[in-house]
């Protein structure tokens, strides 16, 4: 993230409710007024995702900081996909109280809305926005005062989200052959999901929804051509190197997608003030420290991919770049039409990136200024001219 005040906010906040968390409870007893050997409170959370993911890993991280932070007194079951519900249930199973909490990604739940993409970082940012500006539009800019109101009186869940693992930016997908341009896409079977799959149905593709687990098996059968995910290490412990060999990167379908870890709204209310305050600090110091992490896996992952299991990591060409863009516009226009919840979202989302963009454009360096200077990339060589060995 290149957003440092963002960083020591976080950095500042978990260390200030860590010490708050202890001051509490060695002054007091817990807030709910039950006796100290009772008040330890687990919390079931499922996720949907497997156990061996990254994404996993997150929420294993989030109920260790909660744990931490409250001195013990809440901890967080953590629950893999499947485990309770199967992995596209745990949004309903959490309404239901059937589980306490789950952890996903909003665009799962577009069948509801599809506004429900928006708060999951839809495609192009939004409108050019990165991890730290679409954060803002959450804290900033009322996105999570109407990510609450979408599910609670738009959807009538009882529910209250907050945002999670930021898993992007996501790469184009593995296919089974080369791909040159949009062209290629015509007729290839590949697993998509929520809104993307509208975006490369435009495109061509013929789109499969499925869970992660499924995407091996499927691609082993012959159901499915292609198949996007994440990338770097989520790939490569799903082990999608095994069936395709060509991985394009980068995709503009996610390149801000941000997760997300939901309570049931009855068991938040159940909280005391500083839980819920704890919980709140938990999110964000993982967002944080998660992303770091993560980074560096997906740096050692490529290298893996690239050495050890010969996959071909190929730049997307930019004529499906940019097609990607303009399917996913035209799916938002048809959307916003028809749909006045989207429409207040998507038009929420524009008005802050339209001040954030162009001003961080104007202030920060582009990436690959400083990159190029230390690591500059390998030209091709030019037609005639024999490659030194």
Known sequence: MRNRSFSLTVTAM??????????????????????AAAGIRTLKIQSSWPASLTLQDHLRYFAERVEKLSGGTLKIEALAAGQVVPPFEVLDATHKKVIDGYHSIAYYWVGKNKAAALFAGPPGGPFGMDHDDYMGWLYEGGGLEMWHDFYQNTLKLKVIAFPAHPSSPQALGWFKKPIKSVADFKGLKCRQTGLNAEMYAKLGQAVVNLAAGEIVPAAQRGVIDCAEWVGGVEDLRLGLHQVFKYHYTPGMHENNSIGEVGLNLDVWNSLTPLQQEIIRSAVKDTFLS?????????????KEMLE??????????????????????EIA?????????????????????????????????PYSFAANYYWPEAKPAAKGESKKK
Do not use: C
């Open 14 to 35: 978990a260390a200030g409710f860590f010490l708050g968390a202890t001051a509490v409870s060695a002054q007091q007893p817990p807030a709910s007024g039950a006796p």
């Open 290 to 302: 998660w992303s770091i992490r993560w980074q560096k896996q997906n740096a050692d992952a490529i």
């Open 308 to 329: 050890k299991h010969g996959v071909k990591i190929l730049r997307t060409p930019t004529d499906i770049v940019i097609a990607s863009l303009k399917a996913w516009d």
């Open 333 to 365: 226009a048809e959307e916003m039409a028809k749909n006045p919840v989207f429409k207040k979202v998507y038009d929420s989302q524009r008005e802050y990136a339209s001040k954030v963009v162009p001003a961080k454009r104007f202030m920060f360096p």
